[in-house]
T-cell receptor, first 112, second 113 residues
Framework: GENVEQHPSTLSVQEGDSAVIKCTYS??????FPWYKQELGKRPQLIIDIRSNVGEKKDQRIAVTLNKTAKHFSLHITETQPEDSAVYFC???????????FGAGTRLTVKP | NAGVTQTPKFQVLKTGQSMTLQCAQDMNHEYMSWYRQDPGMGLRLIHY???????DQGEVPNGYNVSRSTTEDFPLRLLSAAPSQTSVYFC????????????FGPGTRLTVL
């Protein structure tokens, strides 16, 4: 089945710096790659997603890049703020189109 | 709209007991799913449904049953609880399939003693 690996598991940055989280997936037929943010004690919420027919997508300070050949995708957060502190999860949709596999998560801490 | 709701919020069971976690959504979403979240392991898909009357297994289905008799409800049943099922359980829904934003419920924290 699909396997999604996420790195790093923890990331600490200074406010205003950029943060990058990387994920790799195993199923070359995967075609949908969302990123979720989960604050402490809260439910996961979608922050950005990308489909396999594009290589990059941006939404204000957040961007996602996808390299289908290498089977990896990355989340980029620029000008980080303390409220960006949370756990971030990448995911990939397995080829059958209904089975979502998540990475293990990255705990991002933004120091003021 | 209430979105995705789950009950209970917390539950403690003894080994061998059974129980049902409830999940409901009022967005008329076809796709619903159940995940468990354990420290350091992200979210793992237990079961999912693409519409009323249709269910399928995810990554970790053993020990759990589901049914989808209506579009709105997707209960998760633990047949005989085990300590390994101690986890936080999230229900989610999306409009048509997994390839859309999933809206998560608030979660149920389950402890099995």
């Amino acid at each position: 089945g699909e396997n999604v690996e996420q790195h790093p598991s923890t990331l600490s940055v200074q406010e205003g710096d950029s943060a990058v989280i990387k994920c790799t997936y195993s199923d070359s037929a995967s075609n949908y790659f969302p990123w979720y943010k989960q604050e402490l004690g809260k439910r996961p919420q979608l922050i950005i997603d990308i489909r396999s027919n594009v290589g990059e997508k941006k939404d204000q300070r957040i961007a996602v890049t996808l390299n289908k050949t290498a089977k990896h995708f990355s989340l980029h957060i620029t000008e980080t703020q303390p409220e960006d502190s949370a756990v971030y999860f990448c995911a990939a949709l397995w080829a059958n189109n209904n089975d979502m596999r998540f990475g293990a998560g990255t705990r991002l801490t933004v120091k003021p | 709209n209430a979105g995705v709701t789950q009950t209970p919020k917390f539950q403690v069971l003894k080994t061998g007991q059974s129980m049902t976690l409830q999940c409901a959504q009022d967005m008329n979403h076809e796709y619903m799913s159940w995940y468990r979240q354990d420290p350091g392991m992200g979210l793992r898909l237990i079961h999912y449904s693409v519409g009323a009357g249709i269910t399928d297994q995810g990554e970790v289905p053993n020990g759990y049953n589901v049914s989808r008799s209506t579009t709105e409800d997707f209960p998760l049943r633990l047949l005989s609880a085990a300590p390994s099922q101690t986890s936080v359980y999230f229900c989610a829904s999306s409009p048509s399939s997994g390839s859309n934003e999933q809206f998560f419920g608030p979660g149920t924290r389950l402890t099995v003693l």
